[in-house]
């Protein structure tokens, strides 16, 4: 146990207050998609028009994550969880009574909130609490627990919407973010460090210039984003398809959102492991590869059930090894001194790509269908692949 985490409060309850922290604002994401088609016969609206809520709750994310390092400076991590944590309470129980189309997206905006105010100062605190080892291990487990979201939340989630409904399943998440937000309360360390520095626009942009400075970097920031359009793409119609495509009941959706969840949890410990011997370049390039072609085979609903989902699954490995990948190349990449400005930039345009993927897939699925999404998206993914292929120049 480090020195800083044993003034406070122990280390595993640290561990645990950050791993629930991630895992809510993962399930922001990603759990109101399994339960589209109900909410469209309920709100009346469509699933595409449901789509873009999530899309406008990245997008909103996005643009906050640009300021929520400096902001963590002035008045620390503790605040800036604690106030996310509260935001997804909001959300999650707002989604729960919506009782228009609208209101989901009032409700989107305090979850574009939590995720930008949670997930930087979640790994800022694992790297910070703990020292040597016990930090990496830390920035492990909470970067493990996003993935819970889909492992063990959708398919709780989907358990209760089969038994009482959708709404109940926002109202049990809800109160599951209020129990988090009063652990994280307790379990994380208090912030030392202050600053009475005035914040100018000027400061908080100034980091991010040398990076698109490089011709490398920006091939490679463009790759991210353009993936993620592939990737939230079609996630964000994965419940609807799954149901209306493949005919399958909410409870067997949450069971396919666990096993996905598991193959990218896998995908993202064998890039660091078995595979740690391959070149990042080429692991990433082949990630973003196979995830295209196999989100492309699974949507054109020609393998049935059980051929699906073994296909997603694969897609979801892909995904998980070419994220971590991409990762380690933008590291190697850059400047140590610009490590933290790297990883807050990619986050942002993986979320700018999460948020064009749901909108661009909306809008192809109410014109065209599901194949539509299984003809487009997957050009934004091999274009990725492309743009993320080593060249042989400083």
């Known amino acids: ?27 922001l994401t990603i759990g109101p998609t399994p339960f589209f088609p109900q909410i469209a016969a309920d709100l009346d609206v469509s699933i595409p028009l449901l789509g873009q809520v999530m899309s406008a709750m990245l997008l909103l994310s996005a643009v906050c994550g640009l300021v929520t390092g400096p902001l963590a400076d002035r008045s620390g991590n503790l605040l800036l969880i604690l106030a996310g944590l509260a935001a997804a309470v909001v959300c999650l129980f707002s989604f729960a009574f919506a009782p228009v189309y609208p209101a989901l997206y009032l409700a989107s905006a305090a979850g574009g909130l939590t995720t930008a105010a949670v997930l930087g100062p979640s790994f800022a605190v694992a790297s910070t609490a703990f020292t040597g080892a016990a930090a990496r291990r830390a920035v492990g487990w909470t970067n493990s627990a996003q993935a819970g979201s889909a492992i063990v939340g959708v398919p709780l989630l989907t358990a209760i919407g089969a038994a009482a409904g959708w709404r109940m399943a926002f109202i049990a998440a809800g109160a599951a973010a209020a129990a988090v937000l009063v652990i994280a309360a307790i379990g994380l ?4 460090r202050r600053t009475t520095e005035p914040l100018r626009p000027r400061a908080i942009l100034a980091p991010y210039r040398p990076l698109l400075g490089s011709v490398t970097t920006r091939r490679l920031y463009t790759a991210t984003l353009l993936a993620a359009v592939c990737w939230f793409g079609f996630i964000t119609y994965l419940g609807a398809f799954l149901a209306t495509g493949l005919g399958l009941e909410i409870g067997q959706v949450g069971m396919v959102y666990m096993v ?3 193959c990218y949890f896998a995908g993202s410990l064998i ?14 390039v082949a990630g973003f590869g196979a995830m295209a072609i196999c989100w492309a085979v699974v949507f ?8 699906s989902v073994f296909v997603l699954a694969c897609a979801a490995l892909a995904m998980g090894i070419a994220v971590v990948s991409m990762i380690a190349v933008l590291s190697a990449s850059t400047p140590r001194e610009y490590g933290s400005t790297t990883l807050t930039l990619y986050t ?3 979320k700018l790509g999460s948020a064009a993927g749901g909108a661009i897939g909306g809008l192809l699925l109410a014109f065209a269908g599901f194949d539509a999404l ?21």
Do not use: E, Q
């Open 300 to 307: 054109s609903a020609r393998l049935g059930v059980a051929g």
């Open 374 to 394: 299984a003809i487009a998206l997957p050009l934004f993914g091999l274009t990725a692949a492309l743009l993320g292929w080593p060249r042989n120049r400083p």
């Open 271 to 284: 890039a660091g492991g078995a595979l740690a011997s391959v070149p990042a370049h080429r692991l990433a």
């Open 189 to 192: 360390p208090r912030d030392r």
């Open 348 to 350: 942002v345009l993986h």
């Open 260 to 262: 996905s969840g598991a």
């Open 1 to 27: 146990m480090s020195k800083t985490v044993a003034a406070t409060t122990s280390s595993g309850m640290v561990l645990v207050a950050l791993g629930l922290s991630t895992f809510i604002t993962s399930l």
